[in-house]
């Protein structure tokens, strides 16, 4: 990762969570290293765009663009990735989501259960990750590009890229 991409990354995650925790200091968990698996610190990141936190405490990272993964660092600083080939596209639904392809994933939300959320950007749809089974599902939108769906099916609406899920 170049620097100023780590300085970019450990802005983000002062300004999200220093109001929280009323931290004093910022601590580089990810993004420093070469491997793609393993404890955090030796890791590289690409382009890391957004972060939430599941309710035993993981972080979950998306990468936007030359990653097209969804990571996560547990609580002991190890990174796996939970989601995307690394590489761009729009498939997998159904299955595993290491198998999934994603295409510029801009955020992505924890829900109740700690199913993941994410908006597929530029596949303009919304998809879910199973937190018990780690598949991926369809969520909103068809993956057609438009303006339509209001009052109708999730799964029938078209957007006009999606970049934030909340």
Excluded at 31 to 46: Q, S, T, W
Excluded at 54 to 80: C, P
């Amino acid at each position: 990762m170049r620097s100023h991409q780590q300085l970019s990354f450990i802005t983000l995650v002062f300004s999200l969570l220093a109001p929280l925790l009323h931290a004093e200091r910022v601590v580089v968990v990810s993004g420093e290293g070469d491997e793609v698996a393993g404890p955090a610190a030796r890791c590289r990141l690409h382009a890391p765009f957004g972060i939430d936190f599941d309710h035993s405490g993981n972080m979950f990272i998306v990468e936007m663009a030359g990653g097209e993964r969804v990571l996560k660092v547990d609580v002991r600083g190890m990174l796996t990735v939970v989601a995307g080939t690394g590489e761009k596209g729009d498939k997998g639904d159904g299955r595993p989501a290491v198998q999934a392809q994603f295409n510029g994933m801009h955020s992505f939300a924890v829900g109740p259960a700690d199913d993941l959320y994410i908006a597929d950007t530029w596949n303009n749809r919304v998809r879910r990750i199973d937190a018990k089974n780690g598949k991926v599902f369809p969520f909103a939108g068809t993956g057609r590009k438009g303006f339509s769906g209001d009052g109708g099916p999730a799964s029938a609406a078209e957007f006009g890229n999606v970049y934030c899920v909340a």
